[in-house]
């Protein structure tokens, strides 16, 4: 049976039988993998610990006709045991690997495990605001899956200058000929937070006001699930938890 190799981000786990589990995870190289990881429900499990959400590990795994199995696991970033122990960075973390796990196999890519990567371990540090990190998150990995909101323009005219609608179902910000009636608008505050959280201009959003804030992340939420085409359920979670 083939073996092979990867770096990994433990998304969810699954009880199997009296010992095992099933682990999903989003690797560096091959996407997104399935497997089985036997015995590691037991107390004198050699890794066990390493195969828990949010973890980050080096694993070998062993080739299945439907599921994987994992061989070896040595822990690379152990960010869980900061993350879980906060309520905000758990229920933000829970948001971003609820994402990373609904991406399609062709874009679970390098780039996304990267950036699932680094926003695991801004959380685990306590860098920035746990919902900030997660909204730059979901803005970043809309637009490594080829749905980057348009922030610049009217993104569904292209008419030039700063718009202050924004329409999930038609790409972001439009201008005020093609917003529906009824469109959110935004302050120019929360419309200047967006562009720097896509492009990870933490001194303006960490300085960003609560309004500010709170208006970006209702935006982000309903364009990031309106893409997905299903509701992430951890960020119902997440609401108020800034």
């Known amino acids: ?30 996407g997104k993998i399935r497997a089985v990881a036997k015995g590691v429900r037991r107390t004198s499990s050699r890794f066990g610990s390493r195969l828990e959400p949010f973890m980050v590990a080096d694993v070998l795994l062993y080739q299945g006709r439907s599921l994987d199995i ?11 045991a900061d993350i879980v ?3 905000d960075r758990y229920t933000s973390a829970s948001a971003m690997v609820e994402t990373a796990d609904r991406l ?22 306590g860098e920035h605001a746990a919902r900030s990190v997660l ?7 809309m637009a490594l899956s080829g749905w980057a909101p348009g922030l610049e323009g009217c993104a569904r005219c292209g008419a030039a200058g700063e718009h202050d609608a924004f329409v999930a179902q ?27 959280l896509i492009r990870g ?8 006001d609560a309004a500010a804030s709170a208006g970006a992340s209702g935006l ?23």
């Open 1 to 30: 049976m083939p073996t092979y190799r990867d770096e990994v981000v433990v998304l969810r786990t699954h009880k199997l039988g009296e010992a095992d589990r099933i682990v999903t995870m989003l690797g560096r190289r091959t």
């Open 70 to 80: 994992v061989q070896q696991a040595e822990s690379l970033g152990a960010y869980g």
């Open 85 to 87: 122990v906060h309520y």
């Open 104 to 125: 399609n196999e062709a874009e679970a890519t390098p780039q996304q495990y990267l950036l699932l990567v680094g926003g695991l371990r801004a959380l685990a540090r």
């Open 135 to 141: 909204d730059s998150y979901l803005l970043r990995a």
């Open 170 to 196: 038609l790409g972001g910000m439009v201008c005020v000929n093609c917003a529906p009636a009824g469109s959110a608008r935004v302050a120019t505050p929360t419309a200047s937070l967006l562009r720097a």
């Open 201 to 208: 201009d933490w001194d303006l959003v960490d300085s960003a």
């Open 220 to 242: 982000i939420a309903a364009y990031a699930q309106w893409h997905l085409e299903r509701g992430i359920r951890s960020l119902a979670h997440v609401e108020g938890a800034r």
